[in-house]
């Protein structure tokens, strides 16, 4: 803006610049060209340019002085603002909207919101995103126009960070990978990845119960020396805590299998037998990988299981019962019986089951306890009947001596 006047040039005074009140700029002389860069903020300000005289006091300049005046209608974009949360959770709805703050003018033509590839997702001033996803993280800008006199566009923008907040993704391995022995040192490694925001908990769990836990993104579990009752699910569980102060965790689970050799769970047995009995022996034994079963004969020789006289039974997996169903035929089928129990994990066990004919001793004994008890059944019975006789006959002698009487 310039402001210029016809004086004198002897005449003594200054061209002074004021906005809305204060001076902005003097100079002497016949021009004064004052530039600035005008804002919203300069609307409707008043600016005054005035001729002062350096030889009269302030009180006297509006009577021997001219002065021009001018009101500015600065024109200028939408002030855009955002209202609503930048965080949401992975797979539930988001949704915020823009709105003009101020304008000049005030009428908005245009709005439209675009994603952080710079594509058009709404043409009104919400911006709703459906079942969120990691992708839908980044920078989303809305625009809102209005139009200045001269027919140009002023663009007002606002742009909005989507924080989009997920559970980790686990990865759990376990060392060895394969073939994991009974003795063997096991080492479980959880690490916890590409979580928003980080997970501040990390739990081991076997079957269902913590066994080891983690403040950070890794968690280490070992084992000394593998048993078979380690064998099981394990699950490593990866806790977040999310801006709302949710909590919510991720997991995976590792079944771990230990081979391990057979073990006998039943007892070496010695079984009575007379001539023609059917002796049912039983062997139960557990492993894994589960354990093949063979009888031997008191000779050592191997049983088929399919011989006359012998029978052979297996129910089972890692938990195997086999029964060896002998009948006692003749004096041969009497001794000693073995049960032998391998896999491929060494050692191999057995056990020793005899079949025998009934001590001699134990069956006389049973058969002086049985006359015992018959002759006392009979004594017994005879006593009841001789009570009752008695009973009766004492009865009639009663009965004789009222009618005599």
Not at 200 to 206: G, I, K, N, S, Y
Not at 215 to 225: E, F, H, K, M, Q
Not at 365 to 383: E, K, P, Q, R
Request: a negative charge; proline letters at 4%; one cysteine or more.
């Amino acid at each position: 803006m310039s402001c210029t006047i016809d004086i004198n040039e002897n005449a003594p005074g200054y061209l002074v610049w004021l906005k809305d009140g204060e001076e902005v700029s003097r100079l002497e002389g016949h021009n004064n060209t004052w530039e600035t860069q005008l804002s919203g903020s300069d609307n409707n300000a008043v600016f005054d340019c005035q001729l002062q005289h350096e030889t009269l006091p302030p009180w006297k300049w509006s009577m021997v002085s001219c002065e021009d005046t001018i009101q500015m209608n600065v024109q200028y974009a939408p002030y855009v603002s955002i209202v609503g949360d930048d965080q949401v959770r992975e797979g539930a709805d988001f949704s915020v909207h823009c709105e003009a703050i101020d304008a000049n003018p005030e009428e908005i033509v245009d709005t439209y919101w675009t994603d952080p590839d710079g594509e058009t997702v709404s043409d009104n001033t919400a911006l709703v995103l459906l079942n969120v996803t990691k992708a839908h993280r980044g920078e989303y800008t809305c625009l809102m126009s209005n139009v200045f006199y001269n027919g140009v566009k002023g663009n007002g923008t606002a742009t909005i960070e989507i924080d989009v907040q997920y559970l980790s993704s686990i990865n759990m391995t376990v060392t060895p990978l394969f073939n994991i022995t009974e003795g063997d040192e096991v080492t479980i490694y959880c690490e916890a990845f590409d979580g928003n925001p980080d997970p501040h908990r990390l739990e081991m769990l076997f079957e269902d119960n913590v066994i080891d836990q983690s403040d950070g993104r890794v968690l280490n579990y070992t084992i000394a020396s593998i048993e078979a009752s380690h064998s099981g699910i394990y699950q490593c569980n990866a806790y977040t805590l999310f801006y709302n102060d949710e909590e919510d965790h991720s997991s995976v689970t590792q079944d771990i299998v230990v081979y391990y050799s057979p073990k006998f769970v039943s007892d070496e047995f010695k079984y009575e037998a007379n001539m023609n009995d059917e002796v049912p022996m039983t062997c139960e034994v557990h492993g894994f990988p589960a354990p093949v079963i063979t009888w031997f004969d008191q000779n050592n020789d191997l049983i088929q299981g399919d011989e006359e006289n012998m029978r052979i039974t297996v129910e089972g997996e890692t938990l195997v019962t086999s029964t060896l169903t002998v009948t006692v035929a003749d004096e041969s089928y009497y001794g000693s019986y073995t049960c032998k129990a391998s896999n491929s994990i060494p050692p191999d066990d057995e056990q020793t089951m005899e079949i025998v004919k009934p001590d001699s001793t134990s069956t006389a004994t049973a058969a002086i306890i049985t006359v015992i008890v018959v002759v006392l059944i009979i004594a017994i019975v005879l006593g009841i009947l001789y009570y009752y006789k008695r009973v009766a006959k004492n009865q009639s002698s009663n009965t004789d001596f009222a009618n005599a009487g």
